[in-house]
């Protein structure tokens, strides 16, 4: 079955050091994954997609995530966290290559990041 | 463009009400979906449309409809509400031509079920 893991409920870290957001996944052929953003009461936004190419992907925001086949994970990444980082994030990935394919949620990890 | 819109922002209604949860996008875009938000759980899809006049089933269906007359709108209708359905409600559409391509969310209806 598809599936995708993010196994911390939350990450503490103070401004200015780098952060990361664990998210791994578990589908059968290739993986189209995403990071999605929540700020209190408000939708998802996006922040950055993998689909080919490159492992490491540019986002918003100063976001980015590095996809690794053999460890099947696509870690959220940003060098220097701001406060304005606190939020609720998502991974999510598409279950079919086709474009009508559903997209598959984690349970989120909430990020605080502490002035 | 205004996006994805959502109405209500808020409802209560009592066990065994009907309502309808409306949706809207501008972007014309050909799918559109419905998900739940529970603590813990993620989102969990609920229902999804590929276009008008055609809707499908995601992973929690149950005590729930939908139908898609328009490109625009998508409405999902609880028919008698139970507790357990209480819950943050998104809306969200996308392109499906093209490159995969993001998700706009709406903003959200929170239904509290007594």
């Known amino acids: 079955a598809q599936s995708v893991a993010q196994p911390e409920d939350q990450v503490n870290v103070a401004e200015g050091n780098p952060l990361t957001v664990k998210c791994t996944y578990s589908?059968?052929?290739?993986?189209?994954l995403f990071w999605y953003v929540q700020y209190p009461n408000r939708g998802l936004q996006f922040l950055l997609k993998?689909?080919?190419?490159?492992?490491l992907v540019k986002g918003s925001y100063g976001f980015e995530a590095e996809f690794n086949k053999s460890q099947t994970s696509f870690h959220l990444k940003k060098p220097s966290a701001l406060v304005s980082d606190s939020a609720l994030y998502f991974c999510?990935?598409?279950?079919?290559?086709?474009?009508?394919?559903?997209?598959?949620f984690g349970q989120g990890t909430t990020l605080q990041v502490k002035p | 463009n205004a996006g994805v819109t959502q109405t209500p922002k808020f409802q209560v209604l009592k066990t065994g009400q009907s309502m309808t949860l409306q949706c809207a996008q501008d972007?014309?875009?050909?799918?559109m979906s419905w998900y739940r938000q529970d603590p813990g759980m993620g989102l969990r899809l609920i229902h999804y449309?590929?276009?008008?006049?055609?809707?499908d089933q995601g992973e929690v269906p149950n005590g729930y409809n939908v139908s898609r007359s328009t490109t625009e709108d998508f409405p999902l209708r609880l028919l008698s509400a139970a507790p357990s359905q209480t819950s943050v409600y998104f809306c969200?559409?996308?392109?499906?031509?093209?490159?995969?391509?993001?998700?706009?969310f709406g903003p959200g209806t929170r239904l509290t079920v007594l």
């Open positions: 969200a559409s996308r392109r499906t031509s093209g490159e995969f391509n993001e998700q706009f």
């Open positions: 589908v059968s052929g290739n993986p189209y």
């Open positions: 993998y689909i080919t190419g490159d492992n």
């Open positions: 999510a990935v598409r279950v079919s290559s086709s474009n009508t394919g559903k997209l598959i």
């Open positions: 972007m014309n875009h050909e799918y």
């Open positions: 449309s590929v276009g008008a006049g055609i809707t």
